[in-house]
């Protein structure tokens, strides 16, 4: 089915009924999102539980909250850390609430995975975006950096990567094995 409009906006979102399928916005065209696999999902759910461990209070992670990233763009980050003391209720998230995005790459979200979603995130002004690759489970740790891309956004820059144990310092001190997040 092809959806006949393209000016969706995220006022459009918060109106769909509670059993909607999950969708996306992007530039306001809804997409619908496909099911992610067990694998996906293990390692969401070992990273949102690791996060919400270690993470301090002034922060807390979710699983799959929705992003407004303009207003006819949101995304739903796999795994994301937001600002504490946010509404239970809210379904949609601002971007400056959300301090980290975490995509789980599929075969069938690499490239808006590993291109597209970060571009927006960093567009949008969430201070860190991580990526992980599944096959084997390998986590790519970026921040917003100063360098300017070609549309005038600044961008992420890569702060580290593994498949052992990742340790950063921001956006709080993290010591992160994989094997803690390995299905």
Do not use: C
Request: without cysteine; proline residues 9%.
């Amino acid at each position: 089915m092809r959806q006949q409009r393209a000016d969706y906006t995220l006022d459009d979102l918060l109106t769909l009924p509670d059993d909607a399928p999950r969708v996306e916005l992007v530039d306001g065209v809804i997409q619908v999102t496909p099911s992610p696999t067990l694998g996906h999902q293990t390692i969401a759910s070992l990273l949102w539980l690791w996060l919400r461990s270690h993470a301090p209070t002034h922060v807390q992670a979710s699983l799959a909250v929705g992003v407004g990233l303009s207003p006819n763009t949101s995304r739903q980050p796999d795994v994301l850390l937001h600002h504490a003391g946010l509404p239970s209720d809210r379904s949609l998230l601002r971007a400056a609430d959300v301090v980290l995005a975490v995509e789980i790459v599929s075969p069938g979200t690499r490239r808006v995975d590993r291109f597209a979603k970060p571009g927006e995130y960093a567009a949008a002004g969430i201070p860190f975006y991580w990526r992980i690759e599944q096959d084997p489970v390998h986590l790519y740790a970026y921040r917003l950096g100063d360098r300017i891309g070609p549309g005038g956004e600044r961008q992420y820059e890569l702060v580290t990567d593994g498949s052992e144990v990742i340790e950063l310092t921001e956006p709080f001190a993290i010591k992160l094995p994989i094997a803690e997040i390995r299905p």
